[in-house]
C-alpha cells in the first residue's frame, strides 16, 4: 500500500511556526509523504524572504507559489487570492496529494481551499470553529470550514461551534493549539543570546509588540497604531521590540508608521520583519509585557507566564486566559490597561494562570489522524443537524 500523500500550505511566517512540528512529525513518518506548498509573505522580500529559513530548517519545497501582488488595497488583495487558486490549482495537478493541510483564516488560506475542493481533494483545517468579530478572517474561517472535511480544532467550545456549523462530530478532534508544541519543544534563548542573535542591543524590561490591521476597520488603524505609540512613550524606562503586521488590507501603512517611529526613537526600539518562531518566543518569554492585537498575545503568551494587552477588535470573541487584559484602542485606555496589567496584582498570578488552548502535544496527535483516518471524497460530505 502506498503512502498517503499529504499537503500542507504555508504563506505566512506565523503560520509556518505553527505548522512545524506537524510538518516535522509528517516527514518522520514511514506512512505520509510530505508535500510542502509555500508561497504568500515567504516569497516576498519586503516580508524576510523567509522561505529561507524553511528550506534552511531541512525541508523540501514541493511547489513555490507565487501569487503576492505588491499592492494591499482590496482590489489588491483580491487579485493575489485570484493568482493563489489558479498556483494552488496548477500544484494540485502536478503533485496529486490525498489530502490537503490548511491552517487558520487569511485570504490565501480560503484560495487554497477553494482550489483543493474544486479538485476534489479533502481538506483538514486547524483552527477552524473560533471567533475575530472585527476581521474578515471570520467568514474566512468559517467558509473553509465548510470546504473541509477533516477538522482540527483549538478548545472543546471551538470544536462545538464547528459541529454546529454542519461538520459530522466524528471528523472534529479537540486537539489544541499547535502554537504551544514550540513553547514546550524549542530551546528558548536567554537575553544576550536573543540580543546577539537579532543584533540588536537588547537589555531589560521590554515590550513585545505585534499590531495587525483590522480589516473590517481598516481606516481606523492608523489612528489606533499612532495610539499605541503615543501610550508607549510614557514607559520610556522600557525598550519595545516591534514586528511587522501582515500582509492585510492596508497594512503597508502601518509599516511606514512603524518605521518612522522607530527612526525617531533609535537606542530605544527596534522594527523587526521577521523573527522566527525560536527568537519570536524567547523574545515573548523575556518580555515583560506582549501588547497588540495578535493571537499569539492570547493563544501562546499566558504559557510563557508573560501578560498581554490585547488592544481593540481584532482578537474579538476568542477564547482567553486571566493573563489577557482587554482595552479599547485609544491612548488613556491603552496606557490605564499597561499600567494594571505591569501591576502586582496581575504579575503575582501569572505564574498560576491556565492556558485555555492546552499543554501541547497538538501536532503529534493532529499528525496521528492525518495518517490514520480514512479520507472520503469531499463531495460526500453529510450535513450534520444539531437538532
Not at 499529504?6 to 510530505?34: C, H, M, N, P, Q
Not at 503576492?68 to 496548477?90: F, Q, R, Y
Request: net charge negative.
Amino acid at each position: 500500500m502506498s503512502n498517503k500523500k499529504i499537503a500542507v500550505f504555508t504563506g505566512t511566517r506565523a503560520e509556518y511556526g505553527l505548522l512545524y512540528w506537524i510538518l516535522k512529525g509528517i516527514s518522520a513518518s514511514k506512512y505520509a509523504d510530505l508535500q510542502l506548498l509555500v508561497g504568500g509573505m515567504h516569497l516576498s522580500s519586503e516580508f524576510g524572504y523567509t522561505v529561507n529559513q524553511i528550506e534552511k530548517d531541512g525541508f523540501d519545497i514541493t511547489d513555490k507559489l507565487e501569487f503576492l501582488l505588491s499592492s494591499d488595497s482590496p482590489v489588491g488583495i483580491s487579485k493575489s487570492l485570484g493568482l493563489a487558486i489558479m498556483s494552488a490549482a496548477e500544484a494540485f495537478e502536478r503533485n496529486k496529494p490525498d489530502v490537503v493541510v490548511i491552517l487558520g483564516d487569511r485570504f490565501e488560506a480560503l484560495a487554497i481551499a477553494q482550489a483543493a475542493m474544486i479538485a476534489a481533494i479533502p481538506i483538514a483545517h486547524i483552527h477552524g470553529g473560533e471567533l475575530t468579530e472585527a476581521l474578515i478572517d471570520d467568514s474566512v474561517r468559517h467558509a473553509i470550514t465548510k470546504m473541509s472535511y477533516l477538522h482540527f480544532t483549538a478548545t472543546e467550545t471551538y470544536r462545538k461551534r464547528v459541529i454546529q456549523l454542519g461538520e459530522q462530530p466524528l471528523n472534529v478532534f479537540n486537539v489544541g493549539a499547535p502554537g504551544i508544541d514550540n513553547i514546550n519543544k524549542l530551546p528558548l534563548m536567554e537575553l544576550n543570546e536573543l540580543a546577539n542573535s537579532l543584533q540588536i542591543q537588547l537589555s531589560h524590561p521590554f515590550f513585545l509588540v505585534t499590531y495587525h490591521p483590522v480589516t473590517l476597520l481598516a481606516d481606523k488603524a492608523d489612528e489606533e497604531l499612532k495610539s499605541l505609540l503615543n501610550a508607549l512613550d510614557k514607559f520610556p524606562q522600557y525598550q519595545v521590540i516591534f514586528t511587522y503586521p501582515n500582509a492585510d488590507t492596508y497594512g503597508r501603512n502601518l509599516i511606514e508608521i512603524l518605521k518612522t517611529y522607530q527612526q525617531k526613537n533609535p537606542k530605544r526600539t527596534f522594527l523587526l520583519e521577521s523573527m522566527g518562531q525560536l527568537r519570536y518566543l524567547s523574545a515573548m518569554k523575556l518580555a515583560s509585557l506582549v501588547l497588540g492585537n495578535s493571537s499569539s498575545g492570547i493563544i501562546e503568551a499566558p504559557s510563557c507566564k508573560v501578560a498581554t494587552v490585547n488592544i481593540g477588535d481584532r482578537q474579538k470573541g476568542r477564547l482567553s486566559a486571566d493573563s489577557v487584559i482587554d482595552c479599547i484602542a485609544d491612548e488613556s485606555s491603552i496606557y490605564q490597561a499597561i499600567q494594571y496589567t505591569l501591576s502586582e496584582k496581575i504579575q503575582n498570578k501569572l505564574a498560576h494562570v491556565v492556558n485555555p488552548y492546552g499543554n501541547g502535544q497538538a501536532s503529534e496527535k493532529i499528525v496521528k489522524k492525518l495518517i490514520e483516518c480514512e479520507l472520503m471524497k469531499p463531495t460526500q460530505k453529510v450535513f450534520y443537524d444539531v437538532s
